[in-house]
């Protein structure tokens, strides 16, 4: 039957959509252009824009992939020129009176691999190429940087206007350097020049907005060019780039709806869900959370709660940067305190994952200490913690990515009808064929293994996870037991059920009603693996 009211089509007796969404929703269109004159979904960013247009003052912003970045700056290209049709019916149209015309430079640093320095120089030259074929160039054998200066002082004598720069992922290059120090130094010089030129020619711009993914301390963009407001964690700019619950509820009530009837949710259960899985960004300790708008609107496409946002880019520059930094996961899954100047900026050879971390996405603000201004940042949502700690699971351990959805529902399903047995024999499967040695610095690894298990297993039942000394290693709650587990890396299984009574780790759960079951789990140094097991 037809519901007008929705736009959709529902088969109530097969319980299924057949003609699920019939809105447009713009999932990889990054065009404002497009997604304008194609009637795509678009949740109205346009104050903003205005607002920051009436500055003259340089922006830059720093937000994770897929957030929205490449269309916020579409968007300032289509107001600068002009194109008022475009703004029809949004909030921009009340605002602006004038809507003069400015030349502008959209440079994209986004769509190439970046293998060697001359990667970087085609790609820049062939962009530059497009505007110097309008407005005319200097000598071609001049470096970009030059180029890029006598490009601005043409447009402004020639228009009368001064020119508008959008730098669309700025650090591109430096990212896909990540494990190449030469390659990135080089990359490094080079855009110091580039951009530098933006503090050089300030009498020609009028408007320069610049936006990536990581704010790279040693790049000159952020000393030279020391007139560059850095927004990305202004308050009132905290929303610029995403999608809040307000906007999720008033801008999507057809997908929402729909979702609703296809999974048998209230509108206020498809909202809540949503906002599980994909929101819990937050860019300022007081601003309002967002939502990834790749996901939401990839969620609202397919309807179904997936990892949508995760699959497009697995982090392994992230791995790399986490092994060689030794750095402890349990701390990062748990969450971690920091000062903002510990997170903010990434400095090549300091030994600190945290930042590159935080920037990519996989960690973000949910908590601040005012007296002491140090921030909580811990993962944003469902979907980003265990799409990150399932992509671990294969660096820690033997199991690969496609066999661990098999162990994790069996390890539940074991749990829950108290087959310990099986549980601690495929828990061994996790250690097989450990490559490594057994030393001081791979005993964490194995605790990080036992903890990576744990975690995963919250996706399907209540887990706790500890780290710290006087509680117990994990407890593991089903409808019918309580688990409470003590591993011994350098003891006997007798000693780790021991532990568990003199510590009184059942003593909480007691007044539950569920059955309490303690297990003493023994890791023999010798195998280099779960050697003995009791339980009682």
């Not at 809105?23 to 607002?51: A, C, H, M, S």
């Not at 968007?75 to 949004?90: C, I, N, P, S, V």
């Not at 811990?378 to 990515?401: A, D, M, Q």
């Not at 089903?478 to 890396?489: A, D, G, H, R, S």
Request: one cysteine or more; aromatic letters at 16%; a negative charge.
């Amino acid at each position: 039957m037809e519901d007008k009211n929705s736009n959709y089509l529902w088969n109530k007796s097969e319980k299924i959509m057949t003609n699920s969404i019939v809105r447009k929703l713009p999932i990889g269109i990054q065009t404002f252009e497009k997604i304008r004159e194609g009637n795509y979904v678009y949740v109205d960013k346009t104050e903003w824009v205005w607002r920051m247009a009436s500055l003259e003052t340089p922006f830059f912003l720093s937000r994770p992939r897929r957030f929205g970045k490449s269309l916020l700056l579409s968007t300032f290209e289509a107001y600068f020129k002009g194109r008022k049709d475009l703004f029809k019916g949004l909030a921009i149209e009340r605002l602006e009176q004038d809507w003069i015309e400015y030349p502008v430079i959209h440079l994209d640093l986004n769509a190439k691999k970046f293998d060697t320095g001359e990667d970087l120089i085609r790609l820049v030259d062939r962009q530059l190429l497009v505007y110097e074929a309008i407005y005319g160039s200097s000598d071609a054998d001049e470096t970009i940087d030059d180029r890029l200066f006598t490009l601005l002082r043409l447009i402004c004598e020639q228009t009368g206007k001064r020119v508008v720069v959008l730098v669309d992922e700025y650090d591109k290059p430096l990212l896909q350097s990540f494990d190449n120090e030469k390659l990135q130094e080089e990359y490094r010089l080079m855009l110091k020049a580039f951009y530098g030129v933006l503090k050089s020619a300030d009498r020609y711009l009028r408007f320069v907005f610049l936006t990536g993914v990581t704010k790279f301390s040693q790049v000159s963009v952020f000393s030279d060019l020391n007139q560059l407001n850095d927004i990305s964690m202004d308050w009132q700019f905290a929303t610029l780039c995403g999608i809040t619950r307000e906007e999720l509820a008033t801008n999507f009530v057809p997908e929402i709806e729909a979702f609703g009837k296809k999974n048998n949710w209230s509108f206020a259960e498809v909202v809540e869900r949503m906002e599980r899985n994909y929101d819990g960004y937050h860019f300022h300790q007081d601003g309002v959370g967002v939502s990834n708008p790749f996901s939401v609107l990839n969620a609202f496409n397919k309807l179904e709660l997936e990892s949508y946002w995760f699959q497009t880019g697995t982090p392994t520059f992230l791995v790399s940067l986490l092994r060689k930094s030794n750095y402890d996961l349990r701390l990062l899954i748990d969450g971690i305190e920091a000062p903002a100047a510990s997170f903010t900026e990434y400095r090549v050879n300091a030994n600190n994952p945290i930042p590159l971390i935080y920037q990519s996405g996989y960690l973000t603000i949910k908590d601040y200490d005012r007296e002491f201004r140090n921030y909580l940042l811990e993962f944003p949502n469902e979907e980003v913690k265990y799409g990150f700690i399932n992509f671990l699971v294969p660096y820690y351990t033997s199991i690969s990515k496609e066999e661990q959805s098999f162990y994790i529902g069996k390890f539940v399903q074991e749990l829950r009808t108290k087959d310990i047995d099986a549980f601690l024999s495929r828990l061994q499967a996790f250690f097989a064929d450990f490559p490594y040695e057994l030393n001081d610095k791979t005993e964490r690894h194995y605790q990080v293994v036992f903890y990576l298990v744990f975690k995963l297993m919250g996706q399907f039942t209540e887990v706790e996870v500890r780290s710290a000394k006087g509680r117990a290693d994990a407890v593991v709650k089903t409808p019918n037991y309580i688990y409470v587990f003590e591993f011994k890396l350098n003891g006997t299984v007798e000693e780790a059920l021991r532990q568990i009574d003199d510590k009184g780790y059942l003593i909480p759960y007691q007044a539950d009603g569920r059955k309490l079951i303690k297990v003493g789990v023994e890791f023999s140094a010798i195998e280099r693996n779960i050697s003995r097991w009791l339980y009682f």
